[in-house]
C-alpha cells in the first residue's frame, strides 16, 4: 500500500470495523460481503483457508455464495468457467501446483473474455515438494491473458479483491483477474485491517452484475461461445483481448481513485517508498517490499539515498511508470522469488530492462537476484544486503555479476544423509508362510495364512519416527496389508498424509524404494515404473528379483483429483497394486471434504450451523468404480478385520504379479480431524464394517464376494452406533436432523443390498 498501517484509523467516507486478520480471512470477507453466485474450488495449501472461511460464514447465513467442491483443480476452473459464461459473479482460489493443473482453462476463459476473480496464494512450484511461498507459480500466469494485481498485505489483499471485480467486469476490459498474495506470509499472518461495515457500501462499489454481453442466459437469445477460429480471426481476437488488458491499466488507476475516496486507503500501480529522490533501490514483489522499507528509513539516516519499488499490477506491466520511477535511479537490484531457468534472470528482471531501454537517457545499473524460494524466510538484513550489493554497483559504475542466486550454500560432504538402518530386502520379507493357489474349479484363488503372531518376525516397511498424528490409522492398517505381501516391493505414495509424515528431507521411514508425484497422476506414474523396469529386465539391463510388487498408496483426495489416471491405468493393464487409505476427507490440507466424505459428516469445508449441516452428497463407492473397469481384484479392508486383511493383501501380490492391476480401498482412522478418541480407533472401524456403510468384500476375477457379513453373525449394527464415537457425526444424532439421518441410512442399506444381490448371484 502507499500508506502505512498506522494511518488505517483516519475518518473515512464509509464506515470501517478495526480488528487483526490474515490474508485469507480477508479475501474471504470480501467475497461474501460481495456475495458471489458461485466458488468452485478444490483445496490446496496455503489457498484452502479461503474456501474454509466462506464456508464456516455459510453456516452462519453470512452469504449466499454456492460453493463446489471439484474434483481438482482443472475441474474447479472448469466449474468457475461455465458459471462466468452465464453472467454469473464468481470467484476461486488456489495455489501452486493447483494453479499449473487448471492452467490450460485460463487462457480458455481470458480469450473468450468472461470476467471472474481468483486468489493466487503464491506456492513453490517444485521437485521435490514443497509447500511454502515463492512466486514461482504466479511466473506461470504472465502468459495466460488474465489481469493480475499484486497485494502486500492482508488489507491490500481485501482491498483488491473488491477491486478486482470492479476491473475485471468493465466494459473496457471483460477479462478475468488474478489478486496475487504471499502464501503464509500475507495468506496466514494476522496484521490489522479495515473492512466496511455495512456490505452494501462493497455491493454498491462493485455495482450491478453487467447483463449487456453474450451470455448462457436466455433460451431465447442463443449464443455459441468458442467457436472454433482459423489463423485471420484469432489474431484479431487477440489483438481485442490485448487492447483490454492495457486498457485495465488505466481501468485500475479510476476504480482506485474511486476507491480512495471510499475507504482512505490509496492504491497507485505502483508503490514507491522514499523514491522522490532516490538514487539506490529495490524492486520486490508483495510482503518482501514491506520488510525492505525499515532498511530504507535505516539507510537514509546514514544519508544513503535509498527507496522501494514495489508494483500493484503485473499484468498489463507498469512499463510506463518504471521508467519514471527509475529516471534518476543509479543502481537498482530486482529480487524475485523465481527463476526462468537458463535465461540469465527471472521474468521482471527482463521485463524492467526491456522498460528501459525505450528511456535513452536511462542509465540505471540493473542487478538481478533469486531469492526466498521455497518460502525462505526474507529478514531486514537481505534486504540490506540487497541494498549494499546495488550500492557497489553504483560505486563501481557496473555490475559485476548482473544475474544471481542469493541465500544459497554449498553442500557439506561432511553432512552426506547416511543410512540409519541396513537396507532391507529380498528374503527378510519373506515369511514362507503364506500360500496362495488358484482354484480351478472356482477361477478364485485360495489363501492360507498362519495365526498373526507368526508373521510379527516379518520387518515393517516403514520405519519408526515417522510425523504421524497419535491415533493416525494410516500406518497400521498399511503395514497389516504388506504383512500379506512377501518380498520386494516399490512403492509410489501420492501427495498426502503418508507421503509429508514420512519424508522431510534429509530424513526418509521408508525401507524400501519409495517415489512421490502429485497425487492427480500417481498411478500412471508406477505404471511407467512398472513397464520400465519391465523392459530393462527384459533387456538385460538390470537383475531384480521376479516377486518384487508395486504398489502405489494414495488417499481418498488421490481417487478424486486423480481418478482418470487410476482409471486409465486399470485398463491399460499395468501389473501394479493401486491402494486407497480412506479417511474421508483432505486431512493433508485441513480436513475439507473429500467425495469420499459420507453425506451430513462435518468437514473443515462442510460445516455445521443453522444454515447447513455437514456434507450435502453422498460419498463415491470408489470400488464399485474401479470394479467396473474390470481389473482382476479389487477388495475393501479394514484393521479391524486383520485376517481378512492379509489375505486380501496375498490375493492382490498374486494378482499383481500374475494377471493385471489390482486396487483396494482400506478404511483408515483420522482421530485429529474425526474428533475422536484415539482408543476407539479399531472400534470406530468395526462398527463402520458392522453398521454395513463400509461392508468388507472381494470382486474376484468380475465376481463379487462378501467376505464379512455382520447379518449372519448377528453382529449388524445401526450407524448410530458408529456415530456417537465421533464428534463430526454427533449432529446427526439430534431430532432436528432426523430426515438428514435417515436419508444417509437408506443410502446404506441401498448399497448393502445390491452388494448382497451381487454375492448370490455371480453374473451381476
Avoid at 487462457?107 to 486468489?119: D, S, Y
Avoid at 510425523?467 to 512403492?491: N, Q, R, S
Avoid at 479394514?638 to 489375505?647: G, N, R, T, Y
Amino acid at each position: 500500500m502507499a500508506i502505512l498501517e498506522d494511518k488505517l484509523t483516519e475518518q473515512t467516507a464509509a464506515e470501517q470495523i478495526s480488528t487483526f486478520e490474515s490474508g485469507n480471512e480477508m479475501a474471504a470477507m470480501a467475497a461474501a460481503q460481495i456475495n458471489y453466485h458461485i466458488m468452485g474450488y478444490f483445496p490446496i495449501t496455503p489457498s484452502t483457508e479461503v474456501a474454509q472461511f466462506l464456508d464456516q460464514m455459510k453456516t452462519r447465513g453470512e452469504h449466499d455464495i454456492m460453493l463446489i467442491p471439484a474434483d481438482g483443480e482443472h475441474g474447479s476452473a472448469g466449474i468457475c468457467y461455465g458459471a462466468a459464461a452465464t453472467g454469473a459473479r464468481v470467484f476461486n482460489a488456489t495455489s501452486a501446483n493447483g494453479f499449473l493443473y487448471m492452467i490450460e482453462q485460463l487462457p480458455v476463459q481470458a480469450g473468450t473474455r468472461f470476467p471472474m476473480v481468483l486468489n493466487l496464494v503464491t506456492r513453490a512450484v517444485s521437485g521435490p515438494l514443497d509447500i511454502r511461498g515463492d512466486h514461482s507459480d504466479l511466473y506461470y500466469g504472465l502468459n495466460t491473458g488474465w489481469v493480475i494485481l499484486t497485494a502486500r498485505t492482508p488489507q491490500a489483499v481485501y482491498d483488491m479483491n473488491i477491486m478486482a471485480l470492479k476491473i475485471a467486469e468493465h466494459s473496457k476490459v471483460r477479462l478475468p483477474v488474478i489478486v496475487a498474495y504471499d502464501g503464509f506470509w500475507t495468506s496466514h499472518q494476522k496484521r490489522r485491517v479495515e473492512y466496511f461495515k455495512d456490505r452494501t457500501v462493497v455491493q454498491q462499489f462493485v455495482g450491478e452484475c453487467p447483463t449487456d454481453y453474450n451470455f448462457i442466459r436466455d433460451p431465447k437469445l442463443p449464443v455459441t461461445i468458442g467457436a472454433h477460429m482459423n489463423g485471420e480471426d484469432l489474431m484479431n481476437n487477440h489483438f481485442q483481448q490485448s487492447e483490454a488488458i492495457y486498457h485495465a491499466g488505466e481501468v485500475l488507476k479510476e476504480v482506485a481513485a474511486e476507491y480512495a475516496k471510499l475507504s482512505g486507503r490509496e492504491y497507485p500501480v505502483l508503490d514507491l517508498y522514499k523514491m522522490d529522490d532516490a538514487e539506490v533501490a529495490v524492486f520486490l514483489l508483495n510482503s518482501a517490499a514491506e520488510s525492505a522499507k525499515d532498511v530504507v528509513d535505516k539507510l537514509r539516516e546514514q544519508g544513503i539515498k535509498a527507496g522501494v519499488i514495489s508494483p500493484n499490477i503485473l499484468r498489463p506491466f507498469p512499463a510506463k511508470e518504471i521508467r519514471e520511477a527509475l529516471k534518476n535511479v543509479k543502481s537498482l537490484l530486482v529480487g524475485e522469488r523465481a527463476d526462468s531457468y537458463g535465461a540469465h534472470g527471472p521474468n521482471l528482471t527482463h521485463e524492467i530492462k526491456s522498460a528501459l531501454q525505450d528511456d535513452r537517457n536511462n542509465q540505471t545499473i540493473v542487478l538481478s537476484r533469486v531469492f526466498g524460494m521455497g518460502g525462505k524466510d526474507f529478514y531486514p538484513s537481505d534486504a540490506e544486503a540487497f541494498f549494499q550489493m546495488a550500492i557497489s554497483a553504483m560505486e563501481k559504475g557496473v555490475a559485476e555479476k548482473p544475474f544471481d542466486y542469493y541465500g544459497h550454500v554449498p553442500g557439506d560432504p561432511e553432512k552426506i544423509l547416511k543410512p540409519v538402518i541396513e537396507p532391507q530386502h529380498g528374503d527378510v520379507y519373506k515369511s514362507g508362510l503364506i500360500e496362495v493357489k488358484m482354484d480351478e474349479a472356482t477361477n478364485k484363488l485360495k489363501v492360507k495364512i498362519p495365526p498373526l503372531r507368526m508373521l510379527t518376525s516379518k520387518p515393517k516397511r516403514i520405519a519408526s519416527g515417522h510425523g504421524a498424528c497419535p491415533g493416525c490409522g494410516i500406518f497400521g492398517g498399511l503395514e497389516l496389508f504388506f504383512k500379506g505381501i512377501e518380498g520386494d516391493i516399490v512403492t509410489l505414495f501420492q501427495t498426502g498424509c503418508a507421503y509429508v509424515t514420512t519424508t522431510s528431507y534429509p530424513y526418509s521411514s521408508h525401507k524400501q524404494t519409495m517415489m512421490h508425484n502429485l497425487f492427480q497422476n500417481g498411478a500412471a506414474t508406477l505404471s511407467g515404473t512398472v513397464e520400465a523396469f519391465m523392459e530393462l529386465k527384459r533387456r538385460g539391463e538390470i537383475q531384480v528379483a521376479d516377486d518384487a510388487t508395486f504398489v502405489m498408496i494414495t488417499g481418498d483426495g488421490g481417487m478424486d483429483i486423480g481418478m482418470g489416471s487410476a482409471i486409465g491405468t486399470a485398463l491399460r493393464g499395468h501389473k501394479l497394486i493401486m491402494l486407497e487409505y480412506d479417511n474421508e476427507g483432505y486431512m493433508n490440507t485441513g480436513s475439507q471434504l473429500s467425495y469420499s466424505t459420507p453425506l451430513g459428516h462435518m468437514t473443515s469445508t462442510s460445516g455445521v450451523g443453522k444454515a447447513q449441516q455437514g456434507k450435502t452428497f453422498h460419498h463415491k463407492d470408489t470400488v464399485q468404480i474401479m470394479a467396473s473397469t474390470n481389473i482382476p481384484y479389487v477388495f475393501t479392508g479394514s484393521e479391524a478385520f486383520p485376517q481378512d486383511l492379509v489375505k486380501k493383501g496375498a490375493k492382490a501380490q498374486w494378482y499383481a504379479q500374475n494377471v493385471g492391476p489390482v486396487f483396494g480401498k482400506l478404511l483408515i482412522t483420522c482421530p485429529l480431524n474425526w474428533k475422536s478418541e484415539d482408543r476407539y480407533g479399531t472400534k470406530i472401524l468395526e462398527e463402520a464394517v458392522n453398521s454395513c456403510f463400509f461392508p468388507l468384500y472381494e470382486v474376484e476375477q468380475g465376481v463379487t464376494t462378501i467376505t464379512y457379513n455382520p447379518e449372519e453373525k448377528n453382529k449388524r449394527v445401526s450407524v448410530t452406533e458408529w456415530f456417537k464415537y465421533m464428534g463430526k457425526t454427533k449432529h446427526l444424532l439430534k431430532e432436528e436432523n432426523k430426515p438428514l439421518l435417515e436419508a444417509f441410512e437408506d443410502e446404506v442399506e441401498k448399497r448393502w443390498q445390491r452388494l448382497k444381490a451381487k454375492h448370490e448371484n455371480p453374473l451381476l
